[in-house]
């Protein structure tokens, strides 16, 4: 269960505040994944990153930004949260080559 | 890009009784097929997986089959039980290994 692991598990904020999310994987995985999971159970992926390269960003307004600062890391900040920001964030993992993503625990976020 | 379609959105089974649910997609391209259980505040968990050079995969109780032609894939459950109740999520890998997901199943098993 600690292979790919988030903190914080929930986080509860203002609107218009400044947050981070981080994901951690004890795996040596290649690439990491970021996913919103919205109030239907949604899920949606947001970025992804190979070898600290970023690889995959879908149409996500830019107040997210995704940092790499090694392979076994890929954090999320978010700038100026609105209430439509409230999700759980999913962060995963996958051996480069291969197709199996593992996800880790989740961040579930609420904006005020 | 890839759009994949999942249904029900609900279903409810018998313990004991099977359970199927259906997805499609939408890209020839997608070589890659896994489906997700997701429990109650939990992260999704991976269950099964098929790749398209194959028909069919099974795994004890739970099968996964893949008409390519159809372009559509089904989740089949047998004899379940009330650990089975959660959402399922099908998923096809689209080009640089982006997961895109149905819209989810949640699966009832009624004792």
């Known amino acids: 269960d600690t292979a790919v692991s988030q903190t914080p598990k929930y986080l509860v904020t203002q609107m218009g505040n400044d947050k981070s999310i981080k994901c951690e994987q004890n795996?040596?995985?290649?690439?990491m994944y970021w996913y919103k999971q919205d109030s239907k159970k949604f899920l949606k992926i947001m970025f992804s990153y190979n070898n600290k390269e970023l690889i995959i960003n879908e149409t996500v307004p830019n107040r997210f930004s995704p940092k790499s600062p090694d392979k076994a890391h890929l954090n999320l900040h978010i700038n100026s949260l609105e209430l439509g920001d409230s999700a759980v964030y999913f962060c995963?993992?996958?051996?480069?080559?291969?197709?199996?993503?593992?996800f880790g625990p989740g961040t579930r976020l609420t904006v005020l | 890009g890839e759009n994949v379609e999942q249904h029900p959105s609900t279903l409810s089974v018998q313990e004991g009784d099977s359970a199927v649910i259906k997805c499609t997609y939408s890209?020839?391209?997608?070589?890659?097929f896994p489906w997700y259980k997701q429990e109650l505040g939990k992260r999704p968990q991976l269950i099964i997986d098929?790749?398209?050079?194959?028909g069919e995969k099974k795994d004890q109780r739970i099968a996964v089959t893949l008409n390519k032609t159809a372009k559509h894939f089904s989740l089949h459950i047998t004899e379940t039980q009330p650990e089975d109740s959660a959402v399922y999520f099908c998923a096809a890998v689209q080009g640089a290994q982006k997961l895109v997901f149905g819209q989810g199943t949640r699966l009832t098993i009624n004792p």
């Open positions: 890209d020839s391209a997608s070589n890659y």
């Open positions: 995963a993992t996958k051996i480069g080559g291969t197709d199996t993503q593992y």
């Open positions: 098929i790749r398209s050079n194959v």
């Open positions: 795996l040596g995985h290649d690439t």
